[in-house]
């Protein structure tokens, strides 16, 4: 089985430079999650979709990030313009949702690390 | 709001040594509570479970009990390998209700192990 994939695996950009990240959950699954890790704040939610619905949008990072589901299977995250503050590790995670349940596990990806100078 | 304080930023042990890494959490509802682990250049993965009704979750030797009174759910092993060298997560389930699947994560405990 296919777990979650990310690409690029490393991203370097300049300062006001548009990134766009990848990700690909498992195949099935209806919940998929952005996530920024850094060793100062841990992991923070980006954004939470279900069915391609956009769930949560986290505050925060409202401004300058914007996540997308294409269609079942494909994500992305566009960081836009990028600061060198947003340089962190850019994880996707996904699960499958069922109704009566209070938790799905939820399967990361080996994630993004993105450098902005 | 939910919460979950996880105080130890690094932890160095020898192989064999006991492991016990602290976790406290804050929740007005029935918790579900994790541990996940991640290795160096991969994703978390999650190690073991627990919610109130089996109070206690065993994986890979590594055990967590769940405690009402102290709201804590610390993660131990008896003795820890090199290979147990990761990053530890608890992590406390946020229901609100209606789309209970996400996570809260504490901060991390990176666990140096030394042959």
């Known amino acids: 089985d296919a777990g979650v994939t990310q690409t690029p695996r490393h991203e370097v950009a300049e300062k006001g430079q548009t990134i766009i990240l990848k990700c690909e959950p498992v195949?099935?699954?209806?919940?998929l999650f952005w996530y920024r890790q850094t060793k100062i704040q841990g992991l923070e939610l980006l954004s939470y979709?279900?069915?391609?619905?956009?769930?949560?949008d986290g505050g925060a990072f409202k401004d300058r990030f914007k996540a997308e589901m294409l269609n079942s299977s494909f994500s992305t995250l566009k960081i836009q313009p990028t600061e060198p503050k947003d340089s962190a590790v850019y994880l996707c995670?996904?699960?499958?949702?069922?109704?009566?349940?209070?938790?799905?596990?939820?399967?990361f990806g080996p994630g993004t690390r993105l450098t902005v100078l | 709001g939910d919460s979950v304080t996880q105080k130890q930023g690094q932890v160095t042990l020898s192989e064999d040594d006991f492991l016990f890494i602290n976790c406290t959490y804050s929740?007005?509802?029935?918790?579900?509570l994790l541990w996940y682990v991640q290795y160096l250049g991969q994703g978390p993965q999650l190690l073991l479970k627990?919610?109130?009704?089996?109070n206690k979750g065993i994986s890979r030797g590594f055990e967590a009990t769940y405690d009402k009174g102290t709201t804590s759910f610390h993660l131990q092993k008896a003795s820890v390998q090199e290979s147990d060298s990761a990053v530890y997560f608890c992590?406390?389930?946020?229901?609100?209700?209606?789309?209970?699947?996400?996570?809260?994560f504490g901060i991390g405990t990176l666990l140096s192990v030394k042959p």
């Open positions: 929740t007005t509802t029935y918790p579900t």
């Open positions: 627990v919610t109130t009704a089996n």
């Open positions: 195949s099935g699954h209806n919940d």
């Open positions: 992590a406390l389930v946020d229901w609100d209700g209606s789309s209970g699947n996400k996570l809260i």
């Open positions: 979709f279900r069915s391609k619905s956009l769930m949560e």
């Open positions: 995670a996904s699960s499958l949702w069922l109704w009566g349940y209070n938790y799905a596990e939820q399967f």
